[in-house]
């Protein structure tokens, strides 16, 4: 994940006062969103320390995603053992920019506590699961957009396995996903409750997998308001049918949002692969804004998860790319750059 950076003052502060207004002074992104939101993943090691990295996301964007401070091993880290300081933090800082928050997340393989991961029988991880939910949603009762309930549960070996092998999985078998939906939706009605993954962005077997999974879910009247689909892209590999996706998932009568959008250059950042970075998030933003139902995010190079990918539209410098202005043009309904 990543943040959105660039501005006008920004420019200022990294170049001087003698410097030329940077031309991307008046882009502000989240206003050229609406009525969809422009996210970022927020990441406290960098938010208010980072002065730059602080500016770019306290002007670009309308919602955030904690990158790190929610997962079970940062907030529960000992067995109702609560520390929300770190994520409190980011939902301050986005009431205070008047920005949304997406939950992240409750039922994951990743980042777990060594007592969750290792140590439960089923019955007890199933009495921590629904206290960890129970307790989470209570203290941001009214304060949160959505969270994502479910994430990367989908197997990479559809169709021979739908689920993947993980301590959820394993204790519960298929009642994991449907149990941590019905968790969340008995403690608040509010929240958006969303099922997020990876590499399910074209029409292949594992978004037919999830496709059936959610089908079921709805049939069977599980709790389930949206699909986040991550985006984590190499340069040039878009799937042709990213849009005819998530139309497919919006006909369903659900949410989509591209919720991890980054696009790795896989090799140097030169004008060429920059040119190719700009169309891609074009492409993306853009089948996102053509689609009902639909919101978006992105994040910024230096603070990217992703190492040496110059994958977002922000370098290093906070100057905007070539990928900023073109996400600016397809908000704006204008043809691939
Ligand atoms: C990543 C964070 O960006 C890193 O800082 C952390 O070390 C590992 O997790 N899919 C997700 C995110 O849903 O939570 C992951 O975030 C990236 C992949």
């Not at 009762?141 to 301590?167: A, C, H, Q």
Request: net charge negative.
């Amino acid at each position: 994940m990543s943040l959105f950076l660039c501005l006008f003052s920004l420019a200022l502060y990294s170049a001087g006062s003698l410097a030329a207004p940077s031309p991307s002074q008046n882009i502000i992104l989240r206003d050229l969103a609406v009525p969809r939101f422009f996210g970022a993943a927020a990441n406290t090691t960098f938010l208010f320390h980072d002065v730059n990295y602080t500016k770019v996301i306290e002007t670009q964007f309308s919602i955030f995603t904690p990158e790190n401070e929610m997962k079970w091993e940062s907030i529960e880290p000992e067995p109702n053992g609560f520390d929300f300081t770190a994520a409190d933090e980011i939902v301050r800082f986005a009431e205070s920019v008047n920005a949304k928050v997406r939950g992240h997340n409750f039922m994951w393989g990743n980042q777990l506590p060594p007592w969750v991961n290792d140590t439960l029988s089923a019955t007890e991880l199933d009495r921590a699961l629904k206290n960890h939910i129970t307790t989470i949603m209570d203290h941001y009762r009214g304060k949160l957009y959505s969270w994502d309930v479910i994430n990367e549960m989908i197997s990479d070996n559809t169709p021979n396995e739908t689920f993947k092998d993980n301590i959820w999985t394993q204790k519960f078998g298929e009642e994991a996903m449907p149990k941590a939906l019905t968790y969340a939706r008995a403690v608040d009605s509010q929240p958006k409750l969303y099922i997020n993954d990876y590499s399910i962005e074209g029409i292949n077997s594992k978004s037919d997998a999830l496709y059936s999974v959610v089908s079921s879910f709805l049939a069977d009247g599980v709790p389930v308001d949206a699909i986040g689909f991550q985006c984590h892209f190499t340069l040039g590999q878009i799937p042709d049918t990213l849009q005819e996706n998530l139309q497919r998932f919006a006909d369903l009568g659900l949410d989509v949002a591209i919720t991890e959008l980054d696009i790795n250059l896989m090799g140097p950042s030169n004008a060429t692969a920059l040119e190719q970075q700009a169309k891609d998030y074009w492409t993306v933003v853009n089948a996102c804004v053509q689609t009902k139902r639909c919101s978006v995010w992105g994040v910024s190079d230096d603070h990217s998860w992703i190492p040496n990918g110059s994958v977002l539209p922000w370098n290093a410098e906070k100057q905007p790319k070539p990928a900023f202005y073109a996400i600016a043009d397809a908000f704006e309904g204008k043809p691939e750059p």
